[in-house]
């Protein structure tokens, strides 16, 4: 089974405020955990991965892996209008062609100012 | 600045007709993959091609088919298009050392008609 849930939202909230997107998985052969950012009318964009199980932090972004429940999360802190896109989450086996490349729905953000 | 560039944003055209989408990638990547995105169901693959020549089947490939004859350009051919391909498709390369990036074109916002 090859699949990645997560809420397709919409999700409005204010500037500022402290962001949590979230996706589960199925597949335990899962290793790379992905998310991309999509603004409107462009493709997606690698924003952060994670190997494996823990956290990884990138400036207001914190992207965190817990493989023993298969949940995967992106926090964003101090929101910007400029966060507003769609996030996909992505998850991958350590396969050399990109063949188990699976992607979640997306969910989409919108950050009022 | 890397690039995936894709033929056309919008297209349309009618039941029957063949229609051929373009992609073309500048960071010599040996992997490249044509996805469609519709609402509500995220990015689903349809093919994907890992040398020139070479070509394998993603999740979704009935009734399209491919072409790699150069290792630059991906070619996608929709050999009698009907409604239900009516969607958004993504090209997308990936080199093999950071295989959790994938690099997408813009997108080609198909209508079948």
């Known amino acids: ?113 | 600045d890397v690039k995936v560039t894709q033929s056309s944003r919008y297209l349309v055209k009618r039941t029957g007709e063949k229609v051929f989408l373009e992609c073309v990638q500048d960071m010599d990547h040996e992997n490249m993959f044509w996805y469609r995105q519709d609402p509500g169901l995220g990015l689903r693959l349809i093919y994907f091609s890992y040398d020139v020549k070479m070509k394998e089947k993603g999740d979704i490939p009935e009734g399209y088919s491919v072409s790699r004859e150069k290792k630059e350009r991906f070619s996608l051919i929709l050999e009698s298009a009907s409604t239900n391909q009516t969607s958004m498709y993504l090209c997308a390369s990936r080199g093999q050392r950071k295989i959790y990036e994938q690099y997408f074109g813009p997108g080609t916002r198909l209508t079948v008609t």
Do not use: H
Request: hydrophobic share 30%.
């Open chain 1, 1 to 113: 089974q090859k699949e990645v849930e997560q809420d397709p939202g919409p999700l409005s909230v204010p500037e500022g405020a402290i962001v949590s997107l979230n996706c589960t998985y199925s597949n335990s052969a899962f290793q790379y955990f992905m998310w991309y950012r999509q603004y409107s009318r462009k493709g997606p964009e690698l924003l952060m991965y994670t190997y494996s199980s823990g956290n990884k932090e990138d400036g207001r972004f914190t992207a965190q892996v817990d493989k023993s429940s298969k949940y995967i999360s992106l926090f964003i802190r101090d929101s910007q209008p400029s966060d507003s896109a769609t996030y996909l989450c992505a998850a991958q086996t350590e396969d050399n062609y990109g063949q188990n490349f699976v992607f979640g729905p997306g969910t989409r953000l919108s950050v009022l100012p």
